[in-house]
């Protein structure tokens, strides 16, 4: 199954977007509906595995959410400002979802395709509808706030906390 995609516009360079999306082991440090990203090991190819926790937001309004948690298997590609995450395990497992970030007139799109393991069927769209799609959307709007904020021209700090929070510079066959 592949879902009509998520994508947002965001006035800012598409290199500046990459430089804040591509690793995300940074994510829970900067989105504030992640509470947890965190590796769980190198892949030898350069990608890493990683768990993540975001919350689903249930009652917007009084900060209310579900905790959703996968694991990944994550690279990037900078030549084309691309993120791959291939998940592992649980609802989510078999979901590849590319990330494509790509120039426009006054700044960039940013684009979420997500394709499900062939099968999945009605299973993938309850998990689509209900939790893919309301994480990335809100993943996507607060990297068009962040982006936006910084693209007057201020440096993104790129030096990692700790080694773990490198990000995954290869293109891994999948």
Known sequence: MTPSPVSVEISAPPELVFR????????????????????????????????FVARRPLIGLLGLGIPVTWRSRTWN???????H??????ATDGLDATWRIEPIEG???????????????AFATL??????R??????????????????DGSPVNE????????PARTNPSP
């Open 134 to 151: 309301p994480i990335a959307g809100r993943t996507l709007a607060t990297f068009r706030a962040l982006a936006e904020s910084l693209s």
């Open 77 to 83: 590609e900078p030549g084309v400002n691309r993120l």
């Open 85 to 90: 995450f291939h998940h592992v395990g649980g």
């Open 159 to 166: 030096s990692p906390a700790d080694e773990s929070s490198e």
């Open 107 to 121: 700044g960039c799109r940013v684009t979420i395709e997500h394709a499900y393991a062939p099968g999945s069927g």
């Open 20 to 51: 804040l999306a591509r690793d995300p082991l940074r994510w829970a440090t900067l989105l504030p509906h992640y509470s947890r990203s965190r590796l769980i090991r190198r892949e030898p190819d350069g990608s890493v595995l990683a768990s």
């Open 127 to 132: 998990i689509d509808r209900l939790f893919a």
